[in-house]
């Protein structure tokens, strides 16, 4: 979440005043495996525009990952974790547009997560 953060962070890095982001996040039950997961979760995220700056963040027992990416034409960040251990996937979307970042979201988890 410290990463996706940032990355809104960084487009703000002039004089202009700063706001707090947006962000949705979500979370649910999964007991499909680390690899399969990420692979799945970045072909989606990249299908939906979340492909700049792209990432996956292990665990130190690379148990566990977070996916990364930027949007290409908004302002707003997608991470995606991955904890087979716990058996649980989450998402956050952040953004400084609260319209766009929600509908994003809205976007991400029913790719992601399907209708729950």
């Known amino acids: 979440m410290r990463q996706l953060l940032q990355t809104l ?3 703000l890095a002039d004089n202009t005043p700063q706001t707090a982001p947006f962000v949705y996040v979500t979370a649910l ?14 072909l989606i995220s990249r299908e939906l525009g979340f492909n700049r ?11 566990s990952a977070t996916f990364h990416a930027v949007h290409r034409d908004s ?8 904890c087979p251990p716990r058996q ?18 809205l976007e991400a988890d029913a790719r992601l997560f399907g209708c729950c």
């Open 88 to 105: 649980t996937v989450s998402i956050a979307v952040a953004g400084v547009d609260d319209e766009t970042t929600y509908q994003l979201f």
């Open 9 to 11: 962070a960084s487009p």
């Open 53 to 63: 700056d792209a990432e996956t963040l292990y665990s130190g027992d690379a148990q």
């Open 75 to 82: 302002a707003v960040s997608l991470a995606v974790e991955v």
């Open 29 to 42: 039950h999964s007991d499909a495996g680390l690899t399969r997961s990420l692979a799945g979760i970045t």
